[in-house]
């Protein structure tokens, strides 16, 4: 079921942006990052991810999207008398926002694969392209469907542990690395931003690691 809840919040993005395409006023892929604000939001949202990815801060999952198991209800601890330490697990709520964050992440990365199959769709009827965008949707959530249904295909992933750590940092650098590429696209639609964006990830930097250094419930 969680399986199923990220693969409907890998749909809904493919479904936004089918009717974004949709829109009298819509405009190409490329228009986009001609504008000089969309850019810079880009930048951040991708330098703040990388952030989260390399531990200086982490996203958390809201309070409603988990669920609590109930004490005593581990083998550990039925019979103790001692209460139990509540175990959260991912809920349907978190599971669905993660597979719409994936889905925005990896867009770009198969853009030059799905411009012909997009560009295509968009000029055809409004049913065609909504049909279009689900099935490149549907396409990216098999994996996610096949594990759901057949849970034993787990057996042929690479086994947790801490290279998975390791991994995330990786992945981390090369989100900086796309931040940098990013930048050089911010540079030639315009050069003097350049420089007061730099200060501005120092600030979002500074502001994550804040976050992850204060806990919440910190005093003032």
Known sequence: MLNLSFSLGLLSVFLVLATLARLPEAIGWGAYFSDLTFNIVLVAVVFVFALSFLGIWEIPIPGFSVRTKQPGHDAGIKGTGMPGLPTEREGAVGAFAKGMFTTVLATPCSEPLLFPALTYSVSQPILITYLGFSMVGLGMAFPYLMIGAFPQLISFLP????????????????????????????ATVSLPALVPLVGFLFALWAACWWYGKVPLTAGR
């Open 159 to 186: 086994r947790p542990g801490a290279w998975m750590e390791t991994f995330k940092h990786i992945m981390g650098f090369v989100l900086l690395a796309t931040v940098v590429w990013l930048m050089t696209i911010v």
